[in-house]
């Protein structure tokens, strides 16, 4: 089962639209987890839409990738998607391509976003978050998550880019979509005092302890991998 675990905010119907999208063009069985923050203006509505798929309340507002990492204990997937409300698959039967990836589940793949190939929306088999015990660092705030998860993949031997899946991020920072989807307050929350912010986890990305962190948790799959040969 893949779960997608899908933080939202101030966006029902876009919402909606982004589950109907996932369930359409995902073939195998599947579960999308929602997030909401508890003093989201819209928590009513989503109240009243939310009748099929299981969701999470956060007591305080909380960042894209800490909701993620507070969604994993509500998964029951052995596949884990993160996602966000604005994302649209464009590949049907995307997961199709998930069949060839080692069956330990010690591995992270990423579609194709429209960037230049980086991993940007990390897929990854339950056992890999279980064994790294995170989906996103918690050590970072805001930025870089997306890359210190592909960094540990790489330096693991298990990245697997899906170039040819494509994921359409309808995002302020993707000129693909020229900001199509309506205004995110989640994505401008995370953009305030956004130059510190990045200074501070591209600080922490980049710092020895960092580099160590990611080594340590490359070491962890690669050992997990020895011990199951």
């Avoid at 999470?56 to 990492?69: E, L, Y």
């Avoid at 940007?120 to 015990?133: L, S």
Wanted: glycine content about 6%; charged content about 25%.
């Amino acid at each position: 089962m893949i779960s997608f675990l899908l933080p939202t905010r101030g966006r029902p119907e876009w919402l909606v639209r982004t589950i109907a999208n996932l369930h359409a063009m995902t073939k195998r069985e599947h579960e999308i987890i929602i997030g909401i923050d508890a003093d989201d203006p819209t928590l009513t509505d989503y109240m009243n839409m939310l009748t099929q798929e299981p969701y999470k309340i956060f007591p305080q507002r909380t960042q894209p990738s800490a909701a993620v990492n507070a969604l994993l204990p509500y998964a029951l997937g052995d596949i884990l998607c993160p996602m966000a409300d604005d994302i649209e698959i464009h590949t049907k039967d995307w997961d199709d391509a998930l069949l060839s990836l080692p069956a330990d589940g010690l591995w992270v793949a990423w579609p194709h976003d429209g960037g230049n190939g980086k991993c940007t929306i990390p897929i990854m088999g339950r056992a890999w978050a279980q064994t790294v015990g995170h989906v996103f660092p918690p050590v970072l705030e805001r930025w870089y998550g997306d890359t210190w998860v592909g960094d540990v993949a790489h330096r693991a031997g298990r990245a697997y880019p899906l170039m040819d899946i494509r994921f359409l991020h309808h995002s302020p920072c993707n000129p693909d979509t020229k900001h199509d989807a309506p205004d995110d307050d989640t994505f401008w929350y995370q953009h305030r005092d956004n130059n510190a912010h990045i200074r501070k986890d591209k600080a922490m990305y980049e710092s020895s302890r960092g580099i160590a962190m990611r080594d340590a948790e490359a070491g962890r799959v690669r050992a997990r991998i020895g011990a199951r040969k």
